[in-house]
């Protein structure tokens, strides 16, 4: 295969040097792209060609339904390691030795206190305020608290900033459900495992110890870490475009907080167990919703259904479809929204609408029904993403802040109105 690619414009040619990836993705560097043609541009809505950077981090085959972090496959993640081991091989490149995981879950509880002037920020929300939001701003008020900026340069500031995040980022998701919920607000317990300690801190009542349940630990790891990265994705360009602008760790994690609540992001696990609700209460008629979801006059989607990336199958999606039947059979819980699930996923599957766009289930469309048997709000749902999230969102700004990347600033076309001049208020 040659090595370059060429463009044709007004019968000029410009060569542009193809660069493969490790896996053999091959990409036209279109850097000099501008420069060369005298200011010709890309259209690309969505990004949906749009290669934004070089990462090392993610690789995913949306063809193949293969995901892997640094090399190590979801499926053997998410069976062999726990949550904080994959924290850290996602934002240090490799799976930690003892030594050295003792080290980071020993660093990261050093900083899991905040300050306690927190607590007014967060009395100042209503109780109906979205979580989401409340997650999004206190994160974002965390930079008051440690306002000094990170020397990228130096690991040990770098590293600071990275355990110093991890132990605070838990108590503000417990927090924030304990608000919305009257609970008191506390601390976990050092004694505690990463993962038992944020079950710990969401749903310790005051008047009882809290026993740990080794099915919610489980469940939650491999929630957290199917959840953990996901490449280029709508939050994860937010929290790499901020902090590009050599923005704080802290306010671009907030800013991709925000990215991540959309409906059509993050907020589709909320999204999914309100649609199975309203399913249920409307007599569990799946084939109408079906019908809704392919009517083109009719806004309504199926949520949970689709992805930008997977045409095949969300590799996330099956382990997760597992693990709830696991976990419902396990707690005893018999929801009938499970059923309405699967029994949806089948129609679909099976319909052509569904079969010829390649949408299948992707990782939201179970991980809901895990959530809801384990007692967590489903408002909280995308919370609990952002959760999982945040250290594919570190390794991710890590890698653009000491890759040196240039400030994200992408272009346009214009399609406004040429040059007109000013019109005088009394002649509009
Ligand atoms: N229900 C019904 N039709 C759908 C759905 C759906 N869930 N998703 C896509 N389609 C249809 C579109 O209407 C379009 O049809 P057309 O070609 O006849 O116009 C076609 O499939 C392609 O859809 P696009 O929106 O162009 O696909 P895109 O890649 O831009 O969007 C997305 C992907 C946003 C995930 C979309 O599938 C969707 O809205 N899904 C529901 C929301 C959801 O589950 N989001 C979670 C994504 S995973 C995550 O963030 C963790």
């Not at 130096?154 to 009257?182: C, D, H």
């Not at 996330?316 to 709830?324: F, L, N, S």
């Not at 129609?347 to 939201?364: G, T």
Request: charged share 25%; glycine share 8%.
């Amino acid at each position: 295969m040659s090595d370059k690619a060429t463009l044709e414009i007004n019968g000029k040619k410009y060569e542009f040097p193809l660069v493969t990836g490790t896996e053999n993705e091959v990409a036209i560097d279109i850097k000099t792209l501008r420069g060369v043609t005298g200011g010709v541009t890309t259209v690309d809505p969505g990004y949906k060609n749009t290669g934004s950077c070089e990462s090392a981090i993610t690789f995913l085959d949306g063809e193949k339904g293969i995901l892997r972090y640094r090399g190590y496959s979801i499926e053997e993640l998410a069976e062999k390691a726990d949550f904080l081991e994959v924290a850290y091989l996602l934002i240090f490149g490799e799976l930690p030795n003892q030594e050295e995981l003792d080290k980071f879950h020993s660093d990261i509880k050093k900083h899991a206190v905040v300050d306690d002037d927190i607590k007014k920020i967060l009395d100042a929300f209503p109780k109906s305020a979205h979580p989401m939001g409340v997650l999004a701003s206190l994160t974002s008020a965390l930079t008051a608290f440690n306002p000094t900026s990170v020397n990228v340069d130096s690991e040990e500031e770098m590293y600071n900033a990275i355990v110093r995040i991890l132990g605070k980022f838990p108590i503000l998701v417990a927090w924030t459900m304990r608000k919305k919920q009257g609970m008191p607000l506390d601390y976990g317990s050092s004694s505690l495992g990463y993962v038992e300690n944020i079950l710990q801190m969401m749903f310790k009542r005051p008047d009882e110890d809290y026993t740990q349940s080794k099915i919610l630990v489980n469940a939650l790891d491999k929630l957290l870490i199917l959840h953990a990265d996901h490449e280029q994705n709508c939050s994860t360009s937010t929290v790499r475009i901020t902090g590009s602008s050599h923005a704080g760790l802290f306010v671009s994690l907030s800013a991709g907080i925000s990215a991540l609540w959309g409906p059509l992001h993050g907020g589709a696990n909320q999204a999914v167990l309100e649609m199975l609700e309203a399913i249920k209460e409307d007599g569990g008629d799946t084939k109408k919703y079906m019908a809704k979801a392919k009517d083109k006059s009719d806004p309504f989607r199926l949520m949970g259904f689709g992805h930008r990336v997977y045409k095949n199958f969300d590799p996330r999606a099956k382990i997760i479809k597992v693990a709830a039947d696991e976990v419902l059979s396990d707690l005893g819980v018999d929801d009938p929204i499970l059923d309405i699930a699967k029994g949806l996923e089948k129609e679909a599957l099976e319909d052509p609408y569904f079969v010829d766009r390649k949408l299948y289930p992707n990782v939201d469309f179970y991980s809901g029904i895990i959530y809801r048997a384990m007692g967590i709000p489903v408002e909280m749902f995308t919370v609990m993403f952002a959760l999982g999230r945040l250290p594919g969102w570190i390794a991710q700004w890590k890698e653009m802040r000491t890759r040196k990347e240039p400030i994200g600033r992408p272009r346009q076309l214009y399609i406004g109105e040429t040059y007109r001049p000013f019109k005088s208020i009394d002649k509009r």
